[in-house]
């Protein structure tokens, strides 16, 4: 054997091998992602097209009301930097459970479809409600 050169180890795979592995696997790793984003859209537009599409503020998906009543008249929540402190006079008391948040996601939601800064909640409570579903 010349001096200089290594006989195969076949317990390590040679360099342009691994470099096809490597190409071939990212290959399929972006073709992977090229089908997710295109069923995403997809989604999107379906959703979109029903118009069942909602939003959420920002705030209220990192630290959101409370889930049960807190007995109390302020409530704080952290989540990394951001902390949220909700406070109410104690006869009114704090929002909590799912109907709060579903208003509050409702409104949020019309704020976005009209892109206006004041909701039009109609004249009556019946109104409202009907425009709620």
Known sequence: MAEGRRRPDP????QAA???????ASSRHLELAAR???A?????????????????ARLFVQAGMPH???HTSEHLRSNGALTLTMM???????????????LLSWVTTEAVRTKQRRLLLGN??????????
Do not use: I, N
């Not at 009556?124 to 579903?133: A, C, P």
């Open 11 to 14: 317990e390590r795979p040679d």
């Open 124 to 133: 009556t409570l019946r109104s409202f409600m009907d425009q709620l579903g």
């Open 88 to 102: 109410a006079p104690q006869v009114v008391g704090l929002p909590y459970s799912s109907l709060p948040r579903l």
């Open 40 to 56: 995403y859209q997809q989604e999107l537009r379906d959703v979109v097209t029903a118009g069942a599409l909602s939003f959420s």
């Open 36 to 38: 997710a984003a295109e």
């Open 68 to 70: 049960t009543d807190p």
């Open 18 to 24: 691994l470099l096809r592995a490597v190409h071939k």
